[in-house]
């Protein structure tokens, strides 16, 4: 029981020491997450690559903004792999460069994603709406 005690005691005294030292700065906080560099934004791209799918398929995009959506994900992708042939990894600017223009463009997405909606609402188009979701009179 004594050793223990010691044991935790030990290990809630090195918790308090090694917490200040883990502490940074909030801006610094996604690079610093992964020991000195971001890791892939592939789950990134591919969460905004099926965003595009579903708003072709449920019709709230246009061929021609989903088209204009791919180019513009497929220009984030060139330009991360343009940061990362330079020194093999991302630095904090550049990190945070490629994950705003992520958020850029999953804002504008979003926001053409929900006109869709209300375009094929005015025009009474319900195909959109998943089963069980009807129109409130």
């Known amino acids: 029981m004594k050793t223990i005690l010691t044991a935790l005691l030990a290990a809630v005294a ?5 917490a200040p030292a883990l502490a940074h700065e909030p801006e610094e906080r996604d ?32 061929r021609r903004e989903a088209g204009y959506f791919f180019r513009q994900l497929d220009d984030i992708r060139r330009r991360e792999a343009y940061y990362r042939s330079r020194d093999g990894y991302l630095n ?6 490629i994950q705003a223009r992520l958020e850029r463009l999953h804002d504008v997405m979003h926001e053409a994603h929900e006109e869709g909606h209300a375009q094929q609402d005015a025009e009474g188009d319900w195909s959109h709406r998943d089963y069980g979701d009807y129109p409130r009179r």
């Open 31 to 62: 690079y610093a997450q992964y020991f000195g560099g971001y890791p892939s934004f592939e789950a990134l791209y591919q969460h905004e690559y099926a965003g595009i799918q579903h708003g072709l398929r449920d019709g709230s995009y246009s």
């Open 14 to 18: 090195l918790g308090a020491i090694a």
């Open 92 to 97: 904090p600017w550049e990190g945070r460069d």
